[in-house]
């Protein structure tokens, strides 16, 4: 490890976009610093350079532009979770940010460190999923927009290139009848997710789904929608026996991505009652 690290803060994307395309092999990116500051410190960072983008002006804010949703991604994610207008046009974000770690790292944390270091448990990435969002990236070569489904080419794998930085995430706003977003950890408190979902649909007069988007966070190397299952419970009633099988469909579907493993004992059960819990609202006893 590499303690002498230089440090250099940006005034503009221009400027950071030019110094990465002479060191960005040898930068790394920090924002919040959440997770840089942990890799620091246990030796894990070996490049020669820090780049600071947290102040810049074009990474910010939280704004509708026409018909996309736009989150900057150094928008920490206690304005994720103060923000009317992602409680209004993407609810499940929002509370995704209710239960990230503690109040410290909420203040400091970004969407884009959360996104970028594509940790297999970050939070923030299923919501992202459900509303088919894009991340922004801006290098070099201009800019570019990937979907948020082939960020992670595996886990801690990002596609980001070295001379780019994640700019934002476009998101699509979707008016549902209900969205959430749930997760299992080891603790209540300051828990890693060991297991996240993210939903949202829309019910007819009668109940039946007429729109469902469910994203698994966290139990899979990269984030996924859970078609399957979709697909099964589209234009039903979401009654309790339905969601059962539904569950199972979603186990199924896990296993099938991950493999048997000695923790599917545990998992397989444990994502069955995560999907129950998070559509019981919604359920039909008729």
């Known amino acids: 490890m590499n303690r002498d690290c230089t440090y250099h803060r940006p005034s503009t994307l221009a400027e950071a976009v030019d110094y990465l395309a002479t060191k960005g092999g040898e930068t790394t990116i920090i924002a919040g610093g959440t997770d840089v500051m942990v890799d620091l410190r246990a030796g894990k960072l070996e490049r020669r350079?820090?780049?600071d983008v947290s102040r810049l002006d074009e990474l910010r804010g939280i704004r509708l532009e026409g018909e996309k949703?736009?989150?900057g991604a150094a928008v920490t994610l206690a304005e994720i979770h103060r923000s009317p207008l992602l409680a209004n046009h993407a609810p499940a974000?929002?509370?995704c940010a209710r239960n990230?770690?503690?109040a410290q790292i909420r203040n400091k944390a970004t969407i884009g460190g959360n996104v970028g270091h594509c940790s297999p448990c970050?939070?923030?990435i299923p919501p992202l999923v459900?509303?088919?969002?894009?991340?922004?990236?801006?290098?070099?070569?201009?800019q570019r927009r990937l979907p948020i489904t082939e960020v992670a080419t595996g886990a801690y794998r990002c596609q980001i290139a070295r001379d780019e930085i994640i700019t934002a995430f476009v998101l699509e706003p979707v008016g549902a009848d209900f969205a959430d977003f749930q997760k299992i950890g080891r603790r209540q408190a300051l828990a890693i997710s060991r297991m996240s979902m993210a939903a949202m649909l829309n019910q007819d007069q009668e109940g039946r789904i007429t729109m469902l988007r469910l994203a698994l966070g966290a139990c899979t190397p990269t984030p996924c929608r859970l078609r399957l299952v979709e697909e099964f419970l589209l234009g039903k009633k979401p009654q309790p026996a339905l969601l059962m099988q539904a569950?199972?469909?979603l186990a199924e579907q896990m296993i099938a991505i991950t493999g048997?493993?000695?923790s599917i004992i545990y998992k397989e059960p444990a994502v069955q009652g995560l999907f129950r819990r998070i559509l019981s609202p919604v359920a039909c006893h008729d």
């Open 49 to 51: 350079n820090l780049l």
């Open 69 to 71: 949703l736009v989150v």
């Open 93 to 95: 974000l929002q509370k």
């Open 100 to 102: 990230f770690a503690s």
């Open 122 to 124: 970050g939070d923030t």
């Open 130 to 142: 459900i509303h088919q969002a894009e991340m922004v990236c801006t290098g070099s070569s201009g």
């Open 247 to 249: 569950g199972e469909l």
């Open 260 to 262: 048997r493993r000695s």
